[in-house]
């Protein structure tokens, strides 16, 4: 329930009683409304690394290997995996080529709808990047990047037809037109 204190007293006794919260300049690309929330909810977690990751697991010795399992080439970091990791950056690279911008919601000069797609498409890779990562350790198995890009681009066709269901707006179904993701 989102409640508007209107008397600055009661709003300061409010904060006081609840504790501070910090804002954060990716509040907005994670809790976009087009993103789909399970995927927001793991880049919610990603961003604060409050996953349970390799290297976190070995420093605590809960496992004996920080490796990671995706790439076998390197330590399992929040960064690694989501971002320097071979496995993860082919996947990365296809969807920028898919899209023909950068998957980085800081990026200047997107438009709204740009922006909206980047930031729906980074959460459905990092969660498909957890996914596969997951089933990897589990049960040994890895889908090619191929595959796995073939599924981010279902979900992210899947999520904007549900969000352009209702009436679009020309000049906003000429630009998702542009970038292919509606007809
Ligand atoms: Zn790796």
Redesign the pocket.
């Known amino acids: 329930m989102n409640v508007s204190i209107s008397c600055p007293a009661v709003a300061s006794t409010m904060a006081s009683m609840c504790g501070g919260h910090p804002s954060v300049g990716w509040y907005k690309d994670v809790w976009d409304a087009w993103c789909v929330p399970k995927h927001s909810i793991i880049c919610w977690l990603i961003k604060q690394e409050a996953i349970n990751i390799r290297e976190k697991l070995f420093r605590l010795q809960i496992s004996d290997n920080n490796q990671?399992v995706?790439?076998k080439?390197?330590i399992?970091t929040h960064e690694?995996?989501f971002s320097r990791?071979?496995?993860?950056e082919q996947i990365k690279e296809q969807l920028e080529s898919w899209l023909q911008i950068q998957i980085d919601p800081q990026c200047i000069g997107l438009s709204l709808q740009q922006l909206r797609v980047c930031r729906m498409t980074l959460a459905a890779f990092w969660y498909c990047v957890w996914i596969e990562r997951n089933a990897c350790r589990m049960d040994n198995c890895l889908k090619c990047p191929q595959r796995v890009v073939q599924e981010i681009r279902r979900l992210v066709y899947a999520r904007i037809r549900v969000k352009t269901a209702g009436a679009v707006k020309m000049q906003d179904r000429i630009r998702l037109q542009k970038l292919d993701l509606i007809v």
């Open positions: 990671c995706l790439c080439n390197g399992e690694h995996l990791c071979k496995y993860s």
